[in-house]
């Protein structure tokens, strides 16, 4: 708003908000595409299409955003890309009998 203060917030909707829990959001420096997490944190050995936890991206599409595409997967978090777009930073998280035991920064290279 004009006087500095911010809107009230309005859910994305569908087809970035799904059932499932999503969250830790990055968007791009240039407003284009829309990184975060998919998990399902009620029934966390649940998997959703096939991993525990992805990290997904979605490209703006006029006002809206495309179906997300699945970048990183399985326990993964915390996406943050470089600005010139080619680094990926996020955490790894290690489970040992249903427990976490270690997290890890990683970062992949765009190919």
């Given at each position: 708003k004009v006087d500095g203060k911010w809107s009230d917030p309005v859910n994305l909707g569908r087809p970035v908000n799904s059932p499932y829990d999503d969250l830790q959001p990055f968007v791009t420096q240039d407003g284009k595409s829309l990184y975060f997490l998919r998990m399902n944190f009620a029934n966390a050995g649940?998997?959703?299409?096939?991993?525990?936890?992805?990290?997904?991206?979605?490209?703006?599409?006029?006002?809206?955003?495309?179906?997300?595409?699945?970048?990183?997967?399985?326990?993964?978090?915390?996406?943050?890309?470089?600005?010139?777009?080619?680094?990926?930073?996020?955490?790894?998280?290690?489970?040992?009998?249903?427990?976490?035991?270690?997290?890890?920064?990683?970062?992949?290279?765009r190919k």
């Open positions: 649940k998997k959703i299409d096939g991993y525990h936890a992805a990290i997904r991206k979605c490209d703006r599409v006029g006002d809206g955003w495309s179906e997300p595409t699945v970048v990183v997967t399985d326990f993964v978090g915390e996406p943050s890309l470089t600005a010139d777009g080619r680094y990926l930073y996020f955490v790894h998280v290690t489970f040992s009998g249903g427990r976490p035991v270690d997290a890890e920064i990683m970062v992949a290279e």
